[in-house]
């Protein structure tokens, strides 16, 4: 159980109905000190300002250190999809002494100012770069696409999607032997059973944007892919650390309780 911590280093503010909930620092630090004081909590995964703050904060003892290696994507941007490496570098995290990085891989098949593609190849080197140092780097993969009438970027989460990214992100780099998925459900939590058996990889599942009210559901998601032979647990985070009620504890102890 890994609580998530990332999304201000891309521009990504957002939780629920509130568009600016990660604006506030101290606010984000007391949630995550109150989340990783949780029983169960085992970690997190967070972008070196927030890093650095909750070390200093004493938040980090005996937790497992995930540091986020890719936010040059920001949200809304023309050049969203040229995610570039703008956090941890493999050997940062490895001088560190964290436990692992992460880097988020978004595939638009029409983009084209091929950002894209130069992600993947960054982050097939970056996949190879923490097996050399034997460091486990967590994979986010989604197909992409372009909203025809806002120009925004969604992913799409059907169950063929979602196949086809992990696919693509199981076989980047020279060696798979330190690379784990870091997955939504699909839109259809039924077909959960079909798309995991596209690769052979340990997983995780993401939390993404709960709204408002739909907490329950996500919960239901949760636990019936959690049952999946090679899902090995959760990373979430503004679902667990904005809950609409406001009850980060509740939230955090109902998700440890599906594991």
Known sequence: MIVAADHPARGALGAGERPFAMADRADLLGRLCLALSRPGVDGVLASADVLDDL???????????????????????????????????????????????????????DDPGEGSVRTMAAAARAVDAMAAHRLPVFVEPFLSRRDPGTGLLRNDLSP????????????????????????????????????????????????????????????????????????QGLVVGRSLLYPADGDVARAVDTAVGLL
């Open 160 to 231: 063929e999607a979602v196949v086809r990214s992990i696919a693509v992100a199981s076989g980047l780099g020279g060696t798979s032997a330190y690379t784990w998925l870091k997955l939504p459900v699909t839109d259809d939590p039924d077909a959960m059973a079909r798309v995991m058996e596209t690769s052979t990889l340990p997983a995780v599942l993401l939390g993404g944007d709960v709204k408002d009210g739909d907490q329950d559901a996500a919960y239901e998601k949760w636990r019936s892919a959690l049952q999946l032979p090679t899902v």
């Open 55 to 109: 070390l200093l904060l004493g938040a980090l003892d005996d937790k497992i250190v995930i540091g986020s290696m890719n936010r040059g994507g920001l949200a809304g941007a023309a050049f969203e999809l040229d995610d570039r490496f703008t956090g941890y570098a493999p050997a940062d995290l490895h001088r560190r002494g964290f436990d692992a990085g992460k880097l988020l891989l978004r595939i638009d098949y």
